[in-house]
């Protein structure tokens, strides 16, 4: 399906230590977006990657897509404790975007 | 502020009973589009509106049915609720000029339903 699949679902580290998640999906995309959710509010787009970039750096963030691989990757560097949140990536493909489960995540201070 | 507006933020109803949940987007903003989300699990997508018109459809029950209206707000009406609609409710908007939506959503703060 198009819906991406988020991996792993849960992630603890420590303050300071580089997080890594994966988001994979099945069929092509216009681009794949990640969004970060605190406990009970809402979304926060974080970044977008087109399908025919490879690579993006936002801060902290740094996204890789390999659509050969239909795979995205997010890496948060130096994480923080308020780093501590749910991280979602979403495929887009025409006018239809879609949601994983997300990749919680928790940063020990 | 993400510049969405959810109402109400907290609804408590019994099983059988109808709600409307209340969305209005940021300024300028034309597409709405409404998520579910159930406890610990992702957004199912529900359903999309364009400048008043319904653009897509997800996995959203017969008993549910949304619009949007002339000033862009829109609502989602949930009826003959079950314990199993519990969920936190999201609205989102996007700019989407007409063109395949490849911008960023713009999410409110959600309305948490409770069905007893």
């Known amino acids: 399906s198009q819906q991406g699949e988020e991996d792993p679902q849960a992630l603890s580290i420590q303050e300071g230590e580089n997080a890594t998640m994966n988001c994979s999906y099945k069929?092509?995309?216009?681009?794949l977006q990640w969004y970060r959710q605190n406990s009970g509010r809402g979304l926060v787009h974080l970044i977008l990657?087109?399908?025919?970039?490879r690579e993006k750096h936002s801060g902290r963030l740094r996204v890789t897509l390999d659509t050969s691989k239909k795979s995205s990757s997010l890496l948060i560097t130096a994480s923080r404790a308020a780093d501590t949140a749910s991280y979602f990536c979403?495929?887009?493909?025409?006018?239809?975007?879609?949601f994983g489960a997300g990749t919680r995540l928790t940063v020990k201070p | 502020d993400s510049g969405v507006t959810q109402t109400p933020k907290h609804l408590i109803t019994a099983t059988g009973q109808r709600v409307t949940l209340r969305c209005s987007p940021r300024?300028?903003?034309?597409?709405v589009y409404w998520y579910q989300q159930s406890l610990d699990q992702g957004l199912q997508f529900l359903i999309q509106?364009?400048?008043?018109?319904?653009?897509a459809k997800g996995n959203i029950l017969e008993r549910f049915s949304a619009q949007q209206f002339p000033d862009l707000h829109s609502e989602l009406n949930l009826s003959s609720l079950e314990l199993g609609d519990s969920a936190l409710y999201f609205c989102?908007?996007?700019?989407?000029?007409?063109?395949?939506?490849?911008?960023?959503?713009?999410f409110g703060e959600g309305s948490r339903l409770t069905v007893l």
């Open positions: 989102a908007s996007s700019l989407d000029r007409g063109r395949p939506n490849t911008g960023e959503l713009f």
């Open positions: 069929t092509s995309i216009n681009n």
């Open positions: 990657i087109r399908s025919n970039e």
């Open positions: 979403a495929t887009v493909r025409g006018n239809d975007m879609r």
């Open positions: 300024s300028g903003d034309l597409s």
């Open positions: 509106y364009y400048n008043g018109e319904e653009r």
